[in-house]
């Protein structure tokens, strides 16, 4: 069975620095891999995604993701955090054999200070 | 282009009463699947719709079924609510046609269950 693993249940970083949220998937055979981000309330946003090619990929809002099969990792970052990057966070992968469904990790909560 | 929309927003039930949730999918896409989100905790996966025919399910008992519609909107009906049902819930449509498909989610209708 696939699963994500999210490290990191809480970050706190200060604004125009830079931001790495983790994440780690189990699974033997080719995944897709997302970043979603949910700002409180609200439903998911999708922030990029990785289904083969290139593995660092480039999403919305300033923010990229590299692949790297070797550790099964699929870690976010941004170079220059903005106040409005406070959300949590959420990896996802799905994979052919589960007929692309998601499977969710946990979420990482992240907090910009001034 | 119209994005995922959920109503109701929100929903008040009490035990043992049954909740009919609804999604509108997003233009072009022919597949829904339904999510539930937990207080704290990242999205779980009930089912998916594809073509109004069920498409896989989650770890979700029989009390938790689910139609779509010609025009690829979709229902969750949940019977014998239980206090534990209270979460947030999530539909994301998606234009499933053969390989990884890109999920995207609605709004989210916020049910407590009393």
């Known amino acids: 069975a696939q699963s994500v693993t999210q490290p990191d249940i809480h970050i706190t970083v200060s604004e125009g620095a830079s931001l790495e949220l983790r994440c780690n998937y189990s699974y033997g055979a080719t995944p897709y891999l997302f970043w979603y981000v949910q700002s409180p309330g609200q439903g998911l946003q999708l922030l990029l995604k990785?289904?083969?090619?290139?593995?660092l990929v480039q999403g919305i809002k300033g923010f990229e993701a590299e692949f790297k099969r070797s550790q099964s990792s699929f870690n976010l970052r941004k170079p220059s955090v903005h106040w409005s990057d406070a959300a949590e966070y959420f990896c996802?992968?799905?994979?052919?054999?589960?007929?692309?469904?998601?499977?969710f990790g946990a979420g990482t909560t992240v907090t910009v200070r001034a | 282009e119209t994005g995922v929309t959920q109503s109701p927003t929100h929903l008040i039930k009490t035990r043992g009463q049954q909740v009919t949730l609804r999604c509108s999918s997003q233009?072009?896409?022919?597949?829904v699947s339904w999510y539930q989100q937990a207080l704290g905790q990242g999205p779980q996966f009930i089912f998916q719709?594809?073509?109004?025919?069920?498409?896989g399910r989650g770890n979700f008992p029989p009390r938790f079924s689910g139609l779509q519609f010609p025009n690829y909107s979709s229902e969750l009906n949940v019977n014998a609510l239980e206090l534990d049902d209270s979460a947030l819930y999530l539909c994301?449509?998606?234009?499933?046609?053969?390989?990884?498909?890109?999920?995207?989610f609605g709004p989210g209708t916020r049910l407590t269950v009393l």
């Open positions: 994301a449509s998606s234009a499933l046609d053969g390989g990884p498909d890109t999920q995207y």
């Open positions: 233009s072009g896409h022919n597949t």
């Open positions: 719709y594809y073509r109004e025919e069920e498409n």
């Open positions: 990785y289904f083969s090619g290139d593995t």
């Open positions: 996802a992968v799905g994979s052919r054999s589960n007929d692309y469904k998601l499977s």
